[in-house]
């Protein structure tokens, strides 16, 4: 795929003003009225309507909102030494990667989307797109350990808690297996102009520059990594760990004990396999957000 057929493709989707433009300038240079003509519905097309306005304002509040809170919870697993358990730490990397995800690609992103214009330049056109996909993946990967970690600790009983080695251990493999998944996006990533600089500088785009086969391939691969064997790896724990917390007797408590209404108080037996299946049913919940969300997402890139 080169410049002019990427130029092509985006012409072919602009309005009917903005398409008479890039005949009139594209192809030759135009100057005088037609130039500031074209100019004028160039700025026109890309200022946001109402509906955009209010799509700006609600990414704007969980902007706020998603950096505030994800540095909170950074923040006070990091103060409290209480806090630095293995469950914690991998709690820990989620919130400072979807941190760096809301920082440095959500601006953009809106920006982009809005504006249908890339801004930033060539570098940041491969930089921005290889740290969001980077941060997603480390998002990810770090579900599947939390989930894994729950499996070991409630249904298999860590006879010896992990040692803080071996959590930094997984969290560089989560990291590197992420660096990895993300570099296409180094290399293919390029900034591609629709009309000649001595006109505008707006409605560049920043695309993959990669042909079909390689595209697809290099998707399939994010989809089984990213999609599947999370998937796969979440439903089998968190299946047997909301069996375990549903079906399991509480220890130490008899069967007898265990009956509805043989205990009144909230700390009884009773009260404790309601809050278990509770949370049997939030883990399942966990799953089925994961897989309806992610699932149209990947769907997206695909199509």
């Known amino acids: 795929m080169d410049n002019s057929s990427t130029a092509n493709y985006t012409a072919q989707n602009l309005s009917s003003e903005i398409n008479w433009c890039y005949n009139n300038c594209k192809l030759q240079p135009c100057e005088g009225v037609v130039q500031e003509v074209c100019r004028k519905v160039i700025a026109d097309y890309i200022f946001p309507s109402l509906s955009e306005w209010f799509f700006i304002v609600i990414n704007l509040v969980l ?50 989307d809005v504006t249908e214009t890339w801004y930033l330049g060539d570098t940041m056109c491969k930089i921005i797109p290889f740290i969001q996909t980077t941060s997603v993946s480390v998002s990810v990967l770090t579900l599947s350990a939390i989930s894994v ?27 590197c297996v992420s660096c990895l998944i993300s570099i296409p996006h180094i290399v293919y990533m390029a900034e591609f102009i629709t009309f000649p600089e001595s006109l505008t500088s707006l409605l560049t785009y920043c695309k993959i520059e990669m042909d079909e086969d390689h595209y697809l391939g290099y998707n399939m ?25 549903w079906k399991n007797e509480l220890p130490g408590v008899s069967e007898e004990d265990q009956r509805p209404g043989k205990f009144a108080t909230k700390s ?7 809050s278990r299946r509770r949370a049997a049913k939030m883990l399942i919940t966990i799953v089925a957000v994961f897989v309806i969300c992610f699932f149209v997402v990947h769907l997206i890139h695909v199509l």
């Open 63 to 112: 902007f706020t909102s998603g950096l505030v809170g994800n540095a909170l919870v950074c923040f006070v697993i990091w103060r409290s030494l209480q806090m630095h358990t293995v469950v914690n730490t991998f709690i820990f990397n989620l919130a400072f990667s979807d941190f760096l995800v809301i920082l440095f690609c959500l601006p953009a992103t809106l920006l982009q």
């Open 268 to 274: 009884g037996p009773e009260s404790q396999m309601r």
């Open 149 to 175: 970690e729950r499996y070991f600790a409630i249904c298999q009983f860590w006879k010896v808690k992990p040692a803080s080695k071996t959590i930094s251990c997984i969290l560089v493999i989560i990291w």
């Open 221 to 245: 691969l994010k989809i089984t990594m990213l999609y599947v064997l999370p998937v796969l790896i979440m439903t089998f724990t968190y299946s047997v760990i909301s069996r375990h917390l």
